[in-house]
């Protein structure tokens, strides 16, 4: 009987653990995009290329992670994914065209330096602290987090957009920053 107890003991702290670090239910602060951004490299690897990311939270299903992205840009093809409480499906194939005498990496990003979601997930809790400040809401909802990458492939209009709701719902206030953090817009 000790020995059931005791394996009951293990299998619920084993179970906890694996929940703990599900991409679905991370935080939307630093500390848990850092977690969605090591989930992506795990899937795609360090070095990949990316159109868009975009970080959805939903109330009853926790996050929905989905991106635009490529081993290798010079292939010209790119899989649209999403991960939906830990499961990641593809939904499409996608053919990229790029004007001739241009590279397609020049359209895309990569995680790292310059864009992080650690960045991201930064500027969401500077968000929130702004809406609590501000507005008197507390306990600000992510509704959308992403990362903006322009068409053109002009790295300066890159931004991360950021969207919040009061926890009980209503309006949507969004957030738009540079990629070092300056806040370009705001809409209340």
């Given at each position: 009987?000790?020995?059931?107890?005791?394996?009951?003991?293990?299998?619920?702290?084993?179970?906890?653990?694996?929940?703990?670090?599900?991409?679905?239910k991370?935080?939307?602060?630093?500390?848990?995009?850092?977690?969605?951004?090591?989930?992506?490299?795990?899937?795609?690897?360090a070095?990949?290329y990316?159109?868009?990311?975009?970080?959805?939270?939903?109330v009853?299903?926790?996050?929905?992670?989905?991106?635009?992205?490529?081993e290798?840009?010079?292939?010209?093809?790119?899989?649209?994914?999403?991960?939906?409480?830990?499961?990641?499906?593809?939904?499409?194939?996608?053919?990229?065209?790029?004007?001739?005498?241009?590279?397609?990496?020049?359209?895309?990003?990569?995680?790292g330096?310059?864009?992080?979601?650690?960045?991201?997930?930064?500027?969401?809790?500077?968000?929130?602290?702004?809406?609590?400040?501000?507005?008197?809401?507390?306990?600000?909802?992510?509704?959308?987090?992403?990362?903006?990458?322009?068409n053109t492939?002009?790295?300066?209009?890159?931004?991360?957009l950021?969207n919040?709701?009061?926890?009980?719902?209503?309006?949507?206030?969004?957030?738009?920053?540079?990629?070092?953090?300056?806040?370009?817009?705001?809409?209340?």
């Open positions: 009987m000790k020995l059931l107890k005791h394996l009951s003991l293990i299998t619920l702290v084993l179970i906890g653990f694996s929940c703990s670090n599900s991409t679905s991370q935080a939307a602060n630093k500390e848990g995009f850092i977690a969605i951004e090591e989930a992506l490299k795990e899937k795609f690897g070095n990949a990316y159109t868009d990311i975009s970080i959805t939270y939903n009853a299903i926790g996050n929905i992670i989905g991106v635009t992205v490529t290798d840009p010079e292939s010209l093809k790119m899989g649209q994914f999403n991960l939906t409480q830990d499961n990641w499906t593809q939904n499409q194939d996608i053919t990229v065209e790029v004007p001739s005498g241009t590279k397609a990496a020049d359209y895309m990003f990569q995680l330096d310059k864009i992080s979601l650690s960045e991201l997930g930064h500027l969401v809790e500077t968000s929130s602290k702004k809406l609590k400040d501000e507005k008197n809401i507390e306990n600000a909802v992510l509704s959308i987090a992403s990362i903006q990458f322009p492939g002009d790295f300066s209009k890159a931004s991360y950021i919040l709701q009061p926890e009980q719902g209503g309006t949507t206030f969004s957030f738009q920053y540079a990629l070092n953090g300056t806040l370009l817009n705001q809409d209340y």
